[in-house]
């Protein structure tokens, strides 16, 4: 079955730096789109960042020119290298990929808490 597993999430300070990963398995990777989304307590899930295997990134607002996201379809794995981390990127982080407009699949994902 399709699985996604996210590493890397943890506690930063402010202005701090984290990177996530995402490995994928049990499905073709370069036939998918990947992204980051994250949710905050209290909060709707939103997409951080979106990256097709042929293409360019698309960010949130919010993190353009902090967030970078990248993959390597070798390994299956896509990456979100966070820069100047502020208390509002505190939430939930996590990794899902489509085929086409719908999020197909979900990993369970992992904790990112940055402290002021």
């Known amino acids: 079955q399709v699985q996604l597993v996210e590493s890397g999430g943890g506690t930063v300070q402010a202005g701090g730096s984290l990177k996530l990963s995402c490995v994928a398995s049990?499905?073709?990777?370069?036939?998918?789109?990947t992204g980051w989304h994250r949710q905050a307590p209290g909060k709707e899930r939103e997409l951080v960042a979106d990256?097709?295997?042929?293409?360019?990134?698309v960010y949130a607002d919010s993190v353009k020119g902090r967030f970078s996201i990248s993959r390597d379809d070798a390994k299956n794995t896509v990456y979100l290298q966070m820069t100047s981390l502020k208390a509002e990127d505190t939430a939930i982080y996590y990794c899902a990929a489509r085929r086409r407009g719908v999020w197909d699949y979900w990993g369970q994902g992992t904790q990112v808490t940055v402290s002021s």
């Open positions: 990256i097709a295997s042929v293409g360019g990134a």
């Open positions: 049990g499905l073709t990777f370069g036939n998918y789109a």
